[in-house]
């Protein structure tokens, strides 16, 4: 691990300016400090904490550390990257970076002044910018559940898209017409990607786009229990509804089952699981599938060893695919599932008389 004195022999510069370029001083030429920044990053230096050199990777989120809307996704992907960082012993950190970085640092500054050796990132699309600035400056770095398409970019992410199509077109065949979209409304690829899929499978079975039924909300509870209300208010009842996220799918079951709305027999319901909440509910819920656990392995196994320099290839640019798993939250809309049980007791019916003909 170089040290300042053997990066400013590398740079041909005093090791007083190395410090300066590293404690954000004002004393220093632009050209200067950005040809500093570059050899830090290139070459892995990290800050010493005393007498020891910092072994800590952060998460890092654009606002907040944590937040209500983001559901179950944070505490199943801070369980894959405890994993992650398990096999060359690093520690982890959850920074703010709008809260705790100064306007006048740059973003390899603020973590290197954080003692952070590498950072995984969250990303909403108000933050791209921020995330491919933190590219370009080189400081290691892997953004989960966003794609980019700038180069320098290292992500891992989950393709929503088929499984969310697959999701909608199962209750289109199931015979609903009206399938309200409960969306987050807070943009980000994966949401792009589930509103797409929705509008596409209608496209394909030639059913109208109604923008009465996408309902943006934030990711939680109440958020559900609104979207069932709305339901209930509309003269044209929706029969179906796709939720991208886990708690607004609770909300709608919590607040169904609270007003004696029968789920799926009078409403289906089609959620995004990022863990096994679908399980924990009855019925247990139809849900489109990602394993943000092990997206926050990866993610963590792969920095530390591009950190540990072990890993020969220094990008991560990789895609894993979601599923659509069917439960029992879905079957065919009431006036379907009507048109077919007076069929059945009339069958029944036709039978009866040769049943009592045999007992006679």
Known sequence: MPSVRALAAQLKVSAATVSRVLNNHPDVDEATRQRVLA??????????????????????????????????????????????????????????????????????????????????????????????????????????????????????????????????EHLVGLGHRRVVLAIHNVSDTDHADRRRAYEDALAAAALPLDRDLIMELQDSISSGEQVVDAILAMPDRPTAVFATNPMTALGIMRRAQELGVTIPAELSVVGVDD??????????????????????????????????????????????????????????????????????????????????ARKR
């Open 275 to 356: 863990s096994d909440v679908r399980m924990h509910v009855w019925p247990r819920l139809t849900a489109v599938t990602q394993d943000a656990s092990t997206m926050g392995y990866e993610a963590a196994a792969w920095l530390t060893r591009v950190l540990s320099q072990e890993e020969s290839t220094k990008k991560l640019r990789r895609t894993i695919p979601s599923t659509f798993e069917v439960n029992g939250t879905t079957a065919a809309p009431p006036v379907v599932a009507a048109a077919k049980r007076p069929a059945a007791r009339s069958r029944q019916a036709k039978r009866q008389p040769a049943r009592s």
């Open 39 to 168: 050899r830090i990053n290139a070459t892995g230096y990290v800050q010493r904490i005393g007498r020891r050199i910092t072994n800590v990777i952060a998460l890092a989120y654009p606002d907040e550390p944590v937040r209500s809307e983001y559901g179950s996704f944070e505490p199943s992907l801070l369980s894959g990257i405890m994993r992650g960082l398990q096999e060359h012993h690093y520690d982890l950190k959850l920074l703010s970076i709008r809260r705790d970085k100064s306007p006048d640092e740059t973003y390899t500054q603020f973590f290197l002044r954080k003692g952070i050796q590498g950072v995984i990132l969250r990303c909403v699309h108000r933050t791209r910018d921020m995330i491919a600035q933190i590219a370009k400056e080189g400081f290691p770095s892997v953004v989960v559940a966003a794609r980019f398409e700038e180069p320098a970019v290292n992500f891992i992410d989950a393709d929503s898209y088929p499984s969310s199509r697959r999701a909608v």
